[in-house]
């Protein structure tokens, strides 16, 4: 391989490609100093300011879901489906509302997950950015994801992964 082609970190799970694909040294440059920016550039830099301080993006006790918050996220596309996934969820939902008490969150109907999202607009559409999570919020910092891959993106669940910490039930209905 020409030692002036960069290979990063990281494959596309819909694809199995490289999420960001080789390129040319001097191209990687321009990433790093900022000259062609990706799309998520600052919601990255956010993390990265987070992550160097004592509280890891999240302001509470993250053992506490009382502080955290816990929260399911359907696919609006599924919206067909969801009664039938809540109840084989329901044990679990119970449980986890009994430990989240008023920071418990299904996001589901008008409130779900919208085809081609991005994890920016699905957090402005419930009134957050990409600053640090506070215990108490909308969109809690643990978020069960409850759907295939086709209809919540790998993308959307990776640029999710930055700032909150997700669980994920893929799932097909034939």
């Known amino acids: 391989m020409n030692d002036n082609i960069i290979v990063s970190n990281g494959v596309n799970g819909s694809t199995g490609d490289y999420g960001l694909p080789p390129m040319p040294l001097a191209k990687m440059a321009e990433f790093i100093e900022g000259q062609a920016a990706p799309e998520d550039l600052a919601d990255l830099k956010t993390w990265y300011n987070q992550h160097k301080a004592e509280h890891f993006g999240f302001t509470g006790n993250p ?6 918050g816990w929260g399911i996220i359907f696919a609006h596309d599924d919206r067909d489906h969801v009664a039938a996934l809540k109840a084989a969820l329901k044990p679990l939902l119970d449980l986890r509302q009994s430990q989240a008490e008023d920071n418990f969150h299904i996001f589901e109907g008008a409130d779900a997950y919208r085809p081609g999202e991005t994890k920016l607009k699905f ?4 009134g957050k950015g990409p600053e640090v999570v506070k215990p108490g919020e909308k969109v809690p910092y643990y978020v069960m994801i409850v759907a295939s891959p086709e209809k919540i993106s790998y993308q959307f669940q990776y640029q999710l992964d930055v700032q909150y910490r997700k669980f994920l039930i893929n799932f097909n209905i034939n």
Request: glycine share 0%; charged share 30%; proline share 0%.
């Open 63 to 68: 053992k506490d879901l009382s502080q955290t």
């Open 123 to 126: 957090l402005a559409r419930h």
